[in-house]
């Protein structure tokens, strides 16, 4: 009897200790929208690197009781890296390690393209501040509009840590969705011969401007605007351990096993930071209308700049190349290259385009480093 | 700057966007000027005339089909990029001309384990 | 529980055993609907039905001798018990059907560097 | 002569600071344990990868005077991530991101042999606690018969941290003993019409099935087990990067580099708590006795469910691969493998067996959480 | 008109935030200085994989504030890890894990020349204290003559941090200098007849003194000199990972991923403790100039002790391959098979000279214990 | 040591060399000493002989150019060094001699995963 008694009583306690007994609606409702992302991430092929492992971190945030971000463990440990912005700078490494800076250094002009692609992120700060979010965090969802996902997350951790969850998918979704957003916003405001401007080739990068950009550029960057000296120095580390010739070794390294180990941190860790109480108020459908907004508008503000730059140049610049100004690396480059080619067959836009698309990261960081000067 | 000069969000807006403009065209004079002070783009100069009366640009190469999925088109595309600078397949391996002598070169192939030490 | 009902061992056990079995019921339940709503087993059923008439399993291949030491057996286990499935080394490249459309297919490939942006 | 006085001196006092001072016999006899641990890992390739480093660290634990556990440093920072819980959930990333559950999912009956062969973890508790262990000591020596090395380090160290060497270095050393503790338990509960039993063949598993799975059991075991979460949801998103078919790099890294280069701050840790005090203690033998116990009855117990199974279904389930319910993946399976064909050249039980293999995983882990809820 | 002013106020602040108004005439030189290392790094192929990030390190510790070492962050986070000695232990595994002890196995006599090239660590000792440096600095400075970085490194931290940089710069640079600084020492100190001495081959090593060798190693060597257990226990896991046979994985990862993290982080570390207070002082220029001593006479005490043992063996040793004692491996090692080829065509020291050469890492270990029990 | 016996620089030299010869020496005699107790070397030890009429040391081997930079000249070495102890390329097989037993290979080439377990 007293053995069933305990049996009995041991079982109710284990289930009172359960997650079950603390599950909340808003768990259940976390947990489904981690589902959806994930079904964006692995069905819809949606930055499943990054969105994989952002939405399992959701669904796991959302298990009551787990104790994760209390005791001592693995889920602090990450979320200790998050908090302390220390993966998105190595995330910045690897990239600087995978990027090709050449297009860039070829035609310098194209910075002014990855320039005025970053209205997309000040037009969604300003509707951010007129729909109520105070300045940093209108900051934090602006720079959704700049397409880069580390940038984002860095600036979100210091400006509003709490709207993390929301700007990091938003960001990751939206790039991923590039390649129907940019289009249409691309032919409406550009002519069908502006379309078929044919560019000339590049000139020649030497070894010497490869190696001494990411040198110079970090220094200047980083002595303008220090808020983003440690994102951009790892940019630019990685960019000469690619160009150097003589770090093969720290490169391959940087781009691949450091990179998804970091990639699988950073991007867990931020998803963990999904909480019912911090992603299921009406802020987030705002902020995901507005990251949209940031993405039109950072397309339209590189197209428009392009239209610019091709009456002043004789026609000598295709406006297209300019919508690969809001970056995520090379898709938009990709996109431009293949409204380009719709218009004019054979017309190969795409290392046109590559020099906005790598100005555009390096633009996005710029504003990052801008806002965390001023409104931080 | 605990304390912003304005909240008007457009005025935050201008400053904003003027100040990404000042440091990218700052960062694109840094580029000019390293182009000018290069002292390896002689050799390049008469390279970029050769390709000029065939301007139609490259037609892209087929893709190589990458087994471990990393990143075959970003191989196609410096190939591209490469291509249209006027680079052949033999051109591209004079980007980073050897001339080392041999003790370098031991050093070199010596690296790894060398620079561990 | 700060503290515990019973120190009787062999209640601890029983209690004990019968948690893991519940779980580990309960698991086996939700793999039963996970089959049940899977969309997508129509096309194999057929697959299924072909090799009965041939009930003796695959004997084992030559195992692959991997140089690096890593899993050999490994494969060696997964590709037999695909083949007890049903599959033929034809047949397993079905199991990731490839149906993407043109943009998609462009996305996965330059994944690797777009992901990480 | 000051210079010979001073130079007299001077050695003196390098010996005396040296470790030769203040060696203690318990650290003579566990430098020797260290010895045997390794000539066991090398020469006779017991589980190499964890043994090997264990026993390295078991040495370095046991030099005085090297300040490891006190001052700042590389041993300090190793000692953090042990004590802290957070390698074990990093390998089982790498393990869910190694294990194939196409075999239990397509038939999910074998999750009872995972289940009942996890009788030995718990006649193992009795026994500890009927040789006067605490609970929770019985609780982590008890996991040994899980057979699963993680999970035993994870369990260890919440509950009876003064074990875990002891417990960490039975369980490795059983689990490579697998090849010969099993086959006489299994030929002498089963009779020769048994073993001969052909299974047929497993239905085929869909891609839907493999992603499903690991997200809906992450889901289902967190919420009813809290305290082992952050272990299975691990395990679950390294199967979940796998199966994906979309997160072959991330796959590949917690395989391969996140997997090696926590195995080695993992086993080395764990040595390193080998300490004299700790070690040397009658416990000690009694664990690996316990150890031994929980093994013998763990494989028992899978096969005696697979006797009832094979009656329950009409002859159509082999008890022999209840025993390789104990994991141990996937040695335990090709036992069942090895004393099938033994019985009946030609049957091959290998893939039958991997689905109580991987239900053991699982089950362990379940093990576990239930101690931790109930005893922690 | 009030947008004006607020513009003109904005960007004023910008700028006064910004790191130009803060840049001093030091950050400036020690900018300069990160670029001729560079220089060194890239051009030259000084060690670039060192080389290169220090350099870097050193550029991004001059942007005024960054914040680096005040604000949580990527940055902080690399500086724990160097202020702690966490690194230069996992570089030692990697290294131990690439190093083949064979030919000192097999002559166990070359540890001497291992232990007569470490004069020139003390020379310079003797000669920084001469010059006014503490006995703790003198150590420090000292250390740039055992010719290996991690070592240098890690008693530097611990016994003078505030040279860190200069001593881990003049350690890498003369490092790549070793073909140019030991030719004329090696030939003013022997004779034609000595460096034509033909070596004879050595004797055949077993997998048994493979394996035996870094655990015995290990354990003589922690009990002697506890304050380099991490450091020699490090090298002698790697190493048996590398001889075990059994741990290949784990001995690549150790090479490899592991290896070249740890790198890119002690390096870029190392380089950002350089500001511009603690470099940019006379002793700096002291610092070079005794490195350049301690080559120069640990390179001349191994060929000395080379002449002896030539005439102790009866002209069986080649004085020549004393000099590869400073380590350096495998430079110092070519050096003599170089100088030796060009005395006697065909006189392949190559593999004696490896002998010396890994005695001298040992041995600069060694120096460094006893360093730190002495002096710390 | 708190406070340092001396501090005339070149005592302090003096003790530190004298310490650093004696853990070196230790060392050497310690590995004298595996060398005398090592149950293997009887089978190497006629292979020795054989070598000694020919005690023109190995050319080195044309150095082996490895694409991905890593240590081939270490790899050379390794291969001079281990020539140069009187092994061909057969002989330095049996250097790590296979006698293992069924099981144990199984163990082995199952260790991967099994060893993670
Ligand atoms: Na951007
Ligand atoms: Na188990
Ligand atoms: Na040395």
């Known amino acids: 009897m007293e053995i069933i008694n305990a049996f009995v009583i041991s079982l109710q306690a284990v289930w009172a200790d359960s997650g079950f007994s603390a599950f909340t609606m808003g768990n259940a409702i976390m947990i489904l929208v981690g589902l959806v992302l994930l079904y964006l991430a692995i069905a819809k092929e949606y930055e499943p690197l990054l969105l994989g492992p952002i939405a399992f971190g959701c669904i796991l945030a959302n298990f009551p009781r787990t104790g994760f971000l209390e005791d001592p463990g693995l889920m602090l440990a990450i979320h200790y890296g998050i908090a302390n912005e220390i993966f998105p700078p190595l995330i910045f490494l690897g990239i600087g390690a995978m990027t090709d800076f050449g297009p860039l250094i070829a035609r310098p002009s194209t910075l002014l393209l990855g320039a005025a692609a970053q209205i997309g992120v000040f037009v969604s700060l300003v509707g951010a501040m007129m729909l109520g979010f105070t300045e940093k965090e209108a900051g934090a969802i602006g720079i959704i509009g700049g397409a880069d996902g580390p940038t984002a997350i860095y600036l979100s951790i210091q400006m509003a840590p709490h709207l993390l969850g929301a700007i990091a998918v938003a960001a990751y979704s939206y790039m991923s969705l590039v390649p129907l957003i940019q289009p249409p916003v691309m032919k409406l405001l550009t002519t069908q011969k502006e379309r078929e401007v044919v560019m000339e080739q590049m000139r020649t990068v030497t070894k010497f401007e490869r190696i001494c950009f990411p040198i110079v550029s970090a220094i200047l960057i980083s002595l303008l605007l220090p808020p983003i000296a440690s994102l951009l120095g790892m940019l630019m580390l990685g960019n000469l351990f690619r160009e150097s010739g003589v770090m093969d070794r720290l490169s391959d390294t940087a781009q691949n096993s450091l990179c998804n180990i970091v990639t699988i941190f950073l991007a867990t860790g931020t998803g963990m930071t999904m909480s019912a109480e911090s992603f299921l108020v009406p802020q987030t459908l705002l902020i995901i209308f507005l990251g949209l907004v940031a993405f039109i508008f950072g397309t339209a503000g590189g197209v428009i700049f392009g239209k610019i730059m091709c009456r002043a140049t004789g026609w000598k610049v295709n406006p297209l190349i300019g919508s690969a100004g809001v970056s995520a690396v090379p898709m938009a480059a990709r996109v431009s290259q293949v409204v380009g080619m719709k218009a004019k067959p054979g017309n190969y836009l795409l290392m046109h385009a590559m020099g906005p698309n790598v100005a555009g990261v390096i633009g996005t960081a710029v504003a990052a480093g801008t806002m965390l000067a001023m409104l931080k | ?117």
């Open chain 2, 1 to 117: 700057m605990s304390e912003p000069v304005t909240t008007n969000p457009f005025v935050i807006m201008l400053i904003n966007m003027t100040v990404v403009f000042i440091v990218l065209i700052a960062l694109g004079l840094v580029i000019n000027l390293i182009h000018a002070i290069d002292p390896t783009k002689e050799k390049a100069a008469p390279q970029k005339e050769a390709p000029a009366p065939a301007p139609t640009p490259a037609a892209p190469a087929p893709e190589p089909v990458s087994a471990d999925g990393v990143s075959p088109e970003v191989i196609a595309v410096i190939a591209a990029a490469l291509a249209s600078y006027g680079y052949g397949p033999a051109a591209i391996r004079a980007v980073r001309p050897i001339e080392r002598d041999g003790w370098k070169n031991a050093g070199r192939s010596f690296g790894v384990q060398r620079t561990l030490e």
